[in-house]
């Protein structure tokens, strides 16, 4: 794996720990499972550890939630794209056995 598909690689499984199990539950050891690169690998690419990660993977949900309310509410707030919202939302808690909370509510809490 490359080195520019490790760094994302890592900020969507920090961003998935942060969601399941907050700040707390996002160890680097955790971290290093969830993406199977090797615990120095994370360091490497996030010499400030944890610290660093949890923001980078925050804002980077941030803009992609963005971006998808952007595109779903083009023609503004239908019944279609809050359906599609709310959808998109089930579908993901679905999908990871309804463990996967809010990636800033989860570690607020």
Same mark, same amino acid.
């Given at each position: 794996?490359?080195?520019?598909?490790?760094k994302p690689r890592?900020?969507?499984?920090a961003?998935?720990l942060?969601a399941?199990d907050?700040?707390? $539950?996002?160890?680097?050891k955790?971290?290093?499972?969830?993406?199977?690169? &090797?615990?120095?690998?994370?360091?490497?690419?996030?010499?400030? $550890?944890?610290?660093?990660?949890? &923001?980078v993977?925050?804002?980077g949900?941030a803009?992609a939630i963005?971006?998808?309310?952007?595109a779903t509410?083009?023609d $503004?707030?239908?019944?279609?794209?809050?359906r599609?919202m709310?959808?998109?939302?089930?579908?993901?808690?679905?999908?990871?056995?309804?463990?996967?909370?809010?990636i800033? $509510?989860?570690?607020?809490?």
């Amino acid at each position: 794996m490359s080195a520019a598909e490790a760094k994302p690689r890592i900020e969507r499984a920090a961003a998935e720990l942060l969601a399941r199990d907050g700040y707390n $539950g996002m160890g680097l050891k955790a971290l290093s499972k969830a993406t199977a690169l &090797p615990y120095g690998s994370i360091y490497h690419h996030f010499p400030g $550890g944890k610290e660093e990660i949890a &923001p980078v993977a925050i804002v980077g949900t941030a803009v992609a939630i963005g971006e998808l309310l952007t595109a779903t509410l083009v023609d $503004g707030v239908t019944d279609e794209a809050v359906r599609s919202m709310f959808g998109f939302m089930a579908d993901r808690l679905e999908a990871s056995d309804w463990v996967a909370g809010c990636i800033v $509510g989860t570690p607020a809490l």
